[in-house]
């Protein structure tokens, strides 16, 4: 199994705050501090412009930036409406709660929200395309690629931009132009590891492993410690039949990220495709350990249980998989196999 990326803009800082009072300086400090990652300082540069002026709605803003962040999300939603309240329609300030409205899984409230973003500034890029992913994933294709093809007008070289509707088009099984909007993402920005894991990943759903390889390539030489890129060119070489290369990039996924329960079963199928079923074994326990909840993992435990035709172990876990997962067919269809084998006695 390969991971799959979505790319959504999260804060937008865009331009600096203007340095003509305390406050504002405050802000621009802490803004840029926000940038280079160093989130406590920030907040307490935010907090000094709120203390010294309680009406300053761009410090709510950025302060929400930073609770939203720390998963705060609630308490992130008061200071963006604290901001819109003292500071009018704010772009930001609408960004930021659509964001969070997304994140709570509201997706109208969402959307009406990135639309107020747009509204108060119309060149908002990432408004339009934090928009147009959720008329995606409403199924509203078409409003999806208007809203990607928009926020090129306002910046046609960016690369997040091209790719998204790279996607669209691929969404909407028009090779041809995602396959144009993919190369054009690469030439914007031959630096951009989103460009080439896109590349990657469509190369990937049309079996292009080899070319999907040199992708993945290209991102671990741009980010040396990206597990995604790692699990997904592993797959890529499993199913190519480099099982051995396979192992060393699932492994190598694993070192940058111990948490994912996918790299490991990743790992532990293609000990099973070795025929090496111990450790195989040793890696579904260890991302079972990890999520217990993660489906796939009893599936591949099932079908080794099967080939070593132990049917109870393995009707107890493709019958967990079928309870995690109840509207996969190829869960059911392997509990129904297993179900007929015992019922005709095999052992």
Known sequence: MRQSLTILFSVWLGASCSVGNKPALLVNDANNLYQDGRYQEAMQKFEHAIEINKYYAPAYVGRADI???????????????????????????????????????????????????????????????????????????????????KALTFDPENPVVLVNIAKSYQAQSNKKQAELYLERAIKAD?????????????????????????????????????????????YARAEAGDLREAIEDFTRAIEVNPYNAEYYNNR???????????????????????????????????????????????????????????????YEELLETIKAKVERGEH
């Open 67 to 149: 609770l939203a962040d720390q998963g705060a999300l609630e308490k992130a939603l008061i200071d963006y409406h604290t901001a819109l309240e003292y500071g009018g329609a704010d772009a930001r300030a609408y960004f930021g709660i659509g964001t969070v409205k997304h994140q709570l899984g509201d997706i109208d409230s969402a959307i009406t929200h990135y639309t107020r973003a747009i509204d108060s500034n119309p060149s908002y890029v990432p408004a339009h395309v934090n928009r147009a992913v959720l008329y995606g994933k409403k199924g509203r294709l078409k409003k999806e690629l208007e809203g990607y093809k």
């Open 190 to 234: 031959s630096k951009s590891t989103h460009a080439y894991a896109a590349r990657a990943e469509y190369r990937l759903d049309h079996q292009q492993y080899r070319k999907a390889i040199r992708d993945l390539n290209r991102v671990l030489e741009l980010s040396t410690t990206n597990a995604w890129a790692y699990n997904n060119r592993g």
């Open 268 to 330: 532990g199928y293609t000990w099973y495709q070795l025929g090496n079923h111990q450790r195989a074994l040793t890696d579904y326990e260890r991302a079972i350990t990890v999520d217990s909840n993660f489906a796939e993992v009893y599936r591949s435990r099932a079908r080794l249980w099967l080939q070593e035709r132990k049917l109870d172990k393995a009707l107890e876990d493709a019958r967990r998989a079928l309870d995690l997962a109840p509207d996969n067919r190829n």
